[in-house]
């Protein structure tokens, strides 16, 4: 990723380089005017521009101009000064935004908004409001911060897109919308979506003063005024996401097994361990590597670390897109069937059980044959607990018998 720094002033772009370089491990080229700076732009593609407002060779912002013109790539602008007429007159341009020249912090937020926009580019964004007009002002905000936006006539139609893009990340939806106004549509969506699944902004026009915390009262994130002004809505949006980034981050740390990434025992239970006559059927199988700690005797613990992880991706690709996977402790692993009986789950089980045979897992040691024995058994009206020790007996049988291979009851 390449990014251009176009600043006079040699220890303002020092210290942004430094900061992006050491933070975001980009490339980082620096123009100290306009001349260099257009030389540089026809030699390289660059991610973002971030330009200073008046150099020695042009003023008034006649590079940003150029950057989003000619070169079609976002600007972020410094400025040392900027009344209330040039600001109006920067943000009709198109700018990502501007950030004035005072301290430390504000080159910090520089390195934060590219952080910002890169991670955008794979965030789809929802916008619901009735009006054309509206709608289409937010959706020319969010795109000049690299968002993938989609768009809905009213709550209806928001539910709908929601139903058929499930990996939107943000919804921003207006008050006032025919058929289902704002508020209804995120009790509907909070029905289905758990925070930390989707993030959301109200949007209202009215002068209602407790509709702000009637929208957050009924599950959204944030409330914005109409009119709003860039810099606010732009604010709004990047706190509101890092919110949601930070609770996923937390979740997952609470959630997911730290080396390997699959589902911990505290998250295999809370989502299994009802009765069967509440769940439907449910069959678990409990795998454990073979010889594991001879891997680690002799080829060490990085090693072994190194297997856990490719053997925990083997299992999340066969079967962590239907079923729940989950590291119990040490090398050994738990699979929840939810819906199958025991001899469905055995075949599939034994299917991946001849794929790891055959594919040996590449270490820093070389390529190591891996297999692992198994214990399946289905949950009959009883605790889960009770259904896991059987499978664990059925495991030791496995092994008993002589390792790599599957019992099932």
């Known amino acids: 990723m390449r990014v251009l720094i176009v600043e006079d002033s040699h220890t303002v772009s020092k210290v942004l380089k430094h900061l992006i370089v050491q933070e975001l491990g980009y490339h980082v080229d620096i123009a100290p005017d306009m001349s260099c700076a257009l030389t540089l732009l026809e030699q390289h593609q660059y991610f973002v521009v971030v330009a200073d407002l008046n150099l020695p060779d042009a003023s008034n912002g006649d590079i940003v101009r150029l950057v989003l013109s000619s070169y079609k790539t976002p600007c972020i602008v410094l400025t040392s000064n900027l009344d209330a007429h040039q600001r109006r007159e920067i943000l009709k341009l198109g700018i990502v935004d501007y950030i004035p020249k005072d301290n430390r912090y504000s080159y910090q937020y520089v390195v934060k908004l590219i952080d910002r926009l890169y991670r955008n580019q794979q965030v789809k964004v929802l916008v619901a409001d009735d009006s054309v007009v509206s709608r289409k002002f937010v959706r020319m905000l969010l795109e000049h911060h690299l968002f993938q936006v989609l768009e809905a006539n009213d709550g209806e139609e928001a539910l709908e897109v929601l139903e058929r893009e499930p990996d939107i990340q943000l919804l921003i939806t207006d008050y006032n919308m025919p058929k289902i106004d704002g508020v209804e549509l995120i009790l509907r969506v909070r029905e289905k979506y758990h925070r930390k699944d989707i993030a959301i902004i109200g949007l209202s026009n009215d002068n209602d003063e407790s509709l702000s915390a009637k929208f957050i009262k ?13 810099e606010e809505f732009h604010c709004r ?11 996923r981050n937390l979740w997952a740390k609470a959630n997911r097994d730290y080396l390997t990434k699959s589902y911990t025992r505290r998250y295999f239970f809370s989502q299994h361990d009802t009765k069967d006559s509440e769940s439907g059927r449910l069959t678990v199988a409990l795998l ?3 010889f594991f700690k001879k891997i680690n005797d002799t080829h060490g613990h990085d090693t072994g670390d190194q297997v856990l992880i490719e053997f925990a991706q083997r299992l999340e690709n066969a079967f962590g897109a239907n079923f729940t996977v989950a590291r119990f402790g040490g090398e050994e692993f738990v699979i929840a069937f939810k819906g199958l009986d025991s001899t469905k789950a055995s075949t599939l089980i ?7 045979a055959a594919n040996p897992i590449n270490t820093s040691a070389g390529d190591l044959h891996v297999s692992f024995s198994c214990g399946v058994s289905t949950r009959e009206n009883e605790t889960l607990d009770h259904a896991l020790q059987r499978a664990d007996e059925l495991l030791y049988q496995a092994k008993a018998a002589g390792r790599n291979q599957v019992m099932s009851q």
Do not use: Y
Request: hydrophobic content about 40%.
């Open 237 to 247: 949006v990047l706190n509101t996401l890092d919110s949601l980034d930070m609770m």
């Open 218 to 230: 009924n599950g959204a994130n944030d409330f914005l005024q109409k009119p709003f002004v860039h």
């Open 288 to 290: 454990d590597i073979d």
């Open 350 to 356: 034994n299917k991946f059980r001849e794929q790891c």
